[in-house]
């Protein structure tokens, strides 16, 4: 598996770019999630997306309500149990998001340097003159000048649907906007962005709430992903709610950073948040064309040294309806990869694309390509620089057993863990080969009855780079006496070999807890 380790600074053969890649069981170490919709719901296409390596699969309550999402989430499941992947479940807020309201569903015809008047009255018909909207405060927010972005929910940025306005006065609680260019808005759900601007609107709405608090405990959500993210304050107060809900304490929130606010603001919300998700599709509005590349770098490296899992968006729109990627977006997958994302988000491709199986397997396929010339060395050593002397016990660990796996060439690293940290911080140092986190459940009792913990661990390691989870035998305690510690040893080891991942005569690198010690070990297979 590692001789195909190349590096893009060594001269490399041009034929040998052609040669065919071994396929592997897993597609790939970068995880994929899909977002779930009219495209992507039936039992058969889905159990396509898990064998594809789809990982996560992401609800999103901006359309769609509570029952359509549950028909998708128990399609799902039935999925995962005949294909035998595990896939986590995400939760996508709707947070402030402008909407026009358009009730008729006709289309809506708009002319280039045409006025148009955005009303909050939503009782107005929409057309070509008025369009109604749901927020009352926009004539407060915007002054003349400013950009607005009106576009298909979900737009890929190549439709004829979407159009720029321009500010060109506020008449009370109206916006008369100059269009910037021609378009006919067709289908039922538009989005509005006002460039740069503060909308004053809660981060988690009333609705939102609603939906975490009755689908999202009823279905047990793994991660909630918080649309729109501002301040470090959205991702406190989303955790305090969470924490009176039960189970959904564990649940991991990643902060979705859509705009100048929330880009301010990244270094506080990546202090608080779980992981972070880049919303290319807004974030390229509210940015100048020219800074989203830096954004994105600069973004990306600092998850990457906290540690922190960093999923990016909008990577294969013109997928939506093609069976192939354009150059661009082809060559933009493999620098996300290189980059440094732990997850690639599809939106519009696998919600109402006509090709969501080959689009998570081009992806999938992409990212494995790019995985070959990752230069590990470089970013090992630019981690180990970055966390400094003298490391924590943990940090020191994970670092040392990433670092003898690609001394010996190791086929795979095993790592036992019961919060998941100690795996997590393992995929931190980017190993050129995939860790397979053995969870070791943890009993608990409430004196009327037993309950494990441990899914929501192994589910959680499903978005972040490299990590494949596996659950262990709860009878099988991970700080015990080596004879049970060998048994379960053998299990994940059966289940490499299953796997294909490990081979006889393969070096397999170990890290586990024994009594109050961690410890390494590097352990050679035989036939």
């Not at 594809?52 to 989430?73: C, I, K, N, P």
């Not at 943890?442 to 990590?467: C, D, H, M, P, Y």
Request: hydrophobic share 40%.
């Amino acid at each position: 598996m590692h001789s195909s380790h190349l590096l893009l600074e060594e001269p490399i053969r041009m034929a040998s770019i052609l040669e065919p890649s071994k396929s592997s069981f897993f597609p790939a170490l970068t995880k994929i999630v899909g977002t779930l919709g009219p495209k992507s719901r039936s039992v058969e296409t889905l159990s396509g997306c898990l064998k594809s390596g789809m990982s996560v699969a992401r609800f999103d309550f901006s359309w769609g309500d509570a029952e359509y999402h549950q028909e998708t989430l128990d399609n799902l499941k039935i999925a995962v149990k005949s294909t035998k992947k595990l896939c986590a479940v995400m939760l996508d807020t709707v947070g402030p998001e402008l909407q026009v309201i358009n009730k008729s569903e006709k289309a809506i015809t708009l002319k280039a340097d045409g006025l148009v008047t955005l009303t909050p009255n939503q009782e107005q018909e929409a057309s070509s003159e008025v369009l109604p909207i749901n927020f009352d405060g926009l004539a407060k927010a915007v002054k003349k000048g400013d950009t607005i972005f009106v576009g298909q929910y979900l737009f890929t940025g190549s439709e004829t649907t979407s159009v720029w306005l321009e500010v060109d006065e506020v008449k009370g609680d109206d916006v008369i906007c100059l269009s910037r260019n021609a378009a006919t808005l067709a289908g039922s759900m538009f989005t509005l962005h006002a460039s740069q601007v503060h909308i004053d609107m809660p981060t988690l709405t009333e609705k939102d709430k609603e939906v975490i608090s009755t689908w999202g405990v009823q279905n047990k959500i793994d991660f909630l992903s918080l649309s729109y993210c501002r301040h470090a304050e959205d991702v406190r107060q989303t955790r305090e709610m969470l924490k009176k809900l039960g189970d959904l304490s564990q649940t991991q929130i990643f902060a979705k950073i859509e705009n100048v606010e929330g880009l301010n603001h990244f270094d506080e919300i990546l202090q608080e948040a779980d992981g972070i998700i880049l919303s290319r599709g807004n974030l390229g509005i509210d940015l100048p064309p020219e800074k989203v590349f830096l954004f994105q770098k600069a973004a990306l490296y600092k998850c990457n040294m906290a540690g922190k899992p960093a999923v990016l968006t909008r990577v294969v729109d013109s997928m939506t309806d093609n069976l192939r990627p354009t150059r661009a977006e082809a060559t933009d997958v493999a620098n996300a990869v290189l980059d440094g994302s732990d997850a690639i988000l599809l939106g519009a491709e696998t919600l109402r694309g006509l090709y969501p199986v080959e689009t998570i397997s081009t992806v999938g396929r992409i990212c494995a390509e790019a995985e070959k010339v990752f230069n590990q060395d470089l970013y090992f050593k630019k981690t180990v620089k970055y966390v400094g002397e003298p490391m924590s016990h943990l940090e020191s660990i994970a670092s040392s057993a990433v670092r003898a796996a690609i001394k010996v060439k190791a086929s795979v690293i095993i790592c036992f863990t019961s919060s998941g940290r100690a795996a997590r911080l393992i995929a931190k140092y980017r190993p050129t080969m995939p860790v397979i986190s053995v969870v070791i459940p943890r009993v608990k009792t409430n004196q009327l009855k037993w309950s494990f913990s441990g899914a929501f661990e192994a589910r959680q390691s499903l978005i972040v780079r490299g990590l494949f989870p596996m659950l262990a035998d709860p009878r099988h305690p991970a700080e015990s006496t080596s004879a049970t510690n060998e048994s379960v040893l053998k299990v994940a080891l059966d289940h490499g070999k299953q796997a294909g991942v490990i081979k006889s005569h393969d070096r397999v690198v170990v890290c586990q807890k024994v009594g109050d010690a961690s410890v390494v070990k590097i352990i050679e297979l035989e036939d």
